[in-house]
């Protein structure tokens, strides 16, 4: 029978995994960019979420200021994205510059038991997944693989023609801020449960890694499911045999994973 420690660890991973479709979907939009700077964004709503916890009412979460920091940084970078790669560009420095920033300053006010809820935001061990975490975890991802399969065709649209789909009478803008809107949740929410390091990792390196298996869509969405979940369970594996951090661990296994996928891709384009 499993350890309760390490089953809850195999549940988040496999949830997390559920929310990776969306990143594919943000890489074919060319936005995969943006997850790294979501990811950023937590922490500093994370810092500032803690300090209001701690000094101004006990009872406030501080999650909520991390889905708004998160959100709106989605939503304001790919506005600025449109205004050309000068604009982006400026938007992705400036948007890391004060998330670390707030990150910093805010956690240097707080006592040394309030850190530790702040940094685990930037690296957290899935053997110690809450059961808070992991209902939040499993709701967000299921929720944006339901939204995935709901709006495919509408997203796929936009992803390759948004000026076709708005003559089309599709509203382009509504559900290309929607993609947006639930790639920042997901973050937010996989952050929360997992930290930066391996919202990171599984939401981008499977997702990039089946961009070199496939060109077909629906492959695409399958393959960076598996990738991700073949990363979690060996990386947990890995971390146990050889008794070292499970994140960092599935982070190994990832990158490991994409350089042999990389590679093959390279060795049968010659």
Same mark, same amino acid.
Do not use: W
């Given at each position: ?8 660890? #195999? ?44 000094? #101004?009412?006990?009872?406030? &979460? ?62 957290? &061990? ?43 009478? !599709?509203?382009?803008?509504?559900? &290309? ?34 961009? !070199? ?30 008794? #070292? ?6 982070? !190994? ?18």
């Amino acid at each position: 029978m499993l350890d309760p420690f390490v089953l809850k660890a #195999i549940l988040g991973l496999l949830f997390a995994s559920l929310s990776v479709p969306i990143s594919v979907i943000m890489l074919l939009r060319g936005s995969l960019y943006i997850t790294p700077e979501i990811s950023h964004a937590a922490l500093g709503g994370a810092a500032i979420g803690v300090l209001i916890q701690t000094f #101004i009412s006990s009872e406030f &979460d501080p999650f909520l200021l991390v889905l708004a920091f998160c959100v709106a940084t989605s939503i304001l970078v790919s506005y600025m994205g449109k205004g050309g790669q000068q604009s982006l560009g400026m938007m992705l420095s400036v948007s890391l510059a004060i998330s670390v920033t707030v990150y910093a300053v805010a956690r240097s006010y707080l006592p040394a038991d309030k850190r530790v809820l702040v940094d685990g935001y930037l690296i957290s &061990d899935p053997l110690l997944l809450s059961e808070a975490s992991l209902l939040s975890l499993a709701a967000a991802s299921a929720a944006a693989a339901v939204a995935t399969i709901m709006f495919y065709r509408e997203f796929i649209y936009i992803c390759f023609d948004m000026e076709t789909a708005e003559a089309l009478g !599709l509203k382009a803008r509504f559900y &290309d801020l929607l993609i947006f809107s639930i790639s920042a949740v997901t973050v937010a929410v996989v952050t929360r449960a997992l930290g930066v390091l391996l919202s990171v990792t599984l939401l981008i390196i499977p997702a990039a890694a089946s961009r !070199l298996l496939t060109q077909n869509i629906g492959r695409m969405l399958a393959a960076s499911f598996i990738i991700a979940v073949l990363s979690g369970l060996a990386g947990i594996i890995l971390s146990l045999f050889l008794n #070292i951090p499970t994140s960092g661990a599935i982070a !190994l296994v990832s990158i490991m994973l994409f350089s042999a996928i990389y590679i093959h891709h390279a060795l049968s384009s010659l």
